[in-house]
């Protein structure tokens, strides 16, 4: 059996500036980084016996701050990064949405589907990110170990997506994870349950994001 925390990258400056971040390697915010602060007290009782990460910046930082003072490497691991948006990539999201109603309506009605021209379809992130965590779960040497992964909004949200209904036509009623929320899972082989999901009460109220994602023009009228 494997313990495995879940968590969402705090708030980064793509976050902040309402860009589409995908694996733009954003820096964390001034918010973010008091975020990790909590995070970080979070853990400081919680044994962990191995860290991985996303390679972006927001997520490692994230996974530092989690297992701070417990001596552990991050090891970076592709299929936890986020989804990569293409020709909208790094760009201010409302603005992206109002060029492009098409994946505006597609990114509300049917997220399963989402595929920016030259970007990353949303279908190709809910395998690889369930890869991630087979690779994690059925790996001998993490047998008995409480592991902690850091990774995004639209990965996790894939991955809670498989669990909780095993479809990611799904995926529009999933909800999305708030920065720096975690999420315990149980893993045992190819058996995945949740324990817990989006629990980000170490924050206080002042330091939780206004909206969990970025949403689309239509959302926001």
């Not at 890869?131 to 995004?152: C, F």
Request: hydrophobic share 40%; aromatic share 8%.
């Amino acid at each position: 059996m494997v313990k495995i925390y879940l968590i969402r990258h705090c708030e980064a400056e793509g976050n902040r500036l309402n860009i589409f971040q995908g694996t733009t390697d954003t820096d964390i915010s001034e918010l973010g980084a008091r975020q990790l602060e909590f995070l970080k007290e979070r853990f400081s009782d919680i044994h962990i016996d191995k860290a991985f990460s996303s390679p972006l910046l927001r997520a490692r930082k994230t996974a530092e701050a989690a297992v701070s003072g417990k001596g552990l490497a991050i090891t970076p691991m592709e299929e936890f990064v986020e989804i990569y948006g293409g020709v909208i990539e790094g760009k201010n999201f409302n603005k992206s949405f109002e060029e492009n109603p098409e994946l505006a309506f597609v990114w509300d009605n049917r997220p399963e589907d989402f595929a920016a021209p030259e970007g990353e379809p949303m279908r190709a992130v809910y395998d690889r990110v369930w890869q991630g965590i087979l690779k994690l779960s059925r790996d001998p040497d993490n047998q008995g170990k409480t592991l902690l992964v850091a990774s995004h909004g639209a990965a996790i949200r894939c991955l809670m997506c498989r669990l909780l209904h095993g479809d990611i036509s799904h995926l529009k009623s999933t909800p999305w994870s708030f920065n720096t929320a975690v999420n315990l899972l149980t893993a045992q082989g190819d058996e995945v349950t949740i324990d817990y999901m989006s629990d980000y009460s170490h924050l206080p109220e002042e330091l939780v994001p206004k909206n969990i994602r970025i949403l689309s023009v239509k959302n926001e009228e």
